[in-house]
């Protein structure tokens, strides 16, 4: 089993910026694929970005690319996500999951997730 913990969310100004964190525990040499998503209240779970082991050609959500990074430090286990020029619209809880199968887009192709953290954009 492979566990995983979020931090760094926080309450941050529009154009502002945030380093989330993702420490893995656990059967870490099973993860290959790790990825962020977000759920807005009221909204379904939507996908932000994902990275593979070797961080060649990480994935976007079309409403991220440009402002957010995500990367990883297989060394520490841990994965990132470094957003700028937040929106107030970026406000979510974001969450990280490792990847077992399928569409690295969907949700449903992640068998573990965290607990979340709670990002809010606003003046």
């Known amino acids: 089993q492979v566990q995983l913990v979020e931090s760094g969310g926080g309450l941050v100004q529009p154009g502002g910026s945030l380093r989330l964190s993702c420490a893995a525990s656990g059967r870490t040499f099973s993860i290959n694929t790790m990825g962020w998503f977000r759920q807005a209240p009221g909204k379904e779970r939507e996908f932000v970005a994902a990275i593979s082991w070797f961080g060649s050609s990480p994935l976007y959500a079309d409403s991220v690319k440009g402002r957010f990074t995500i990367s990883r430090d297989n060394a520490k286990n841990t994965l990132y996500l470094q957003m700028n020029s937040l929106k107030p619209e970026d406000t979510a809880v974001y969450y990280c999951?490792?990847?077992?199968?399928?569409?690295?887009?969907?949700?449903?192709?992640?068998?573990?997730w965290g607990q979340g953290t709670q990002v809010t954009v606003s003046s």
């Open positions: 999951a490792a990847h077992r199968s399928g569409s690295p887009f969907l949700h449903d192709s992640y068998a573990n």
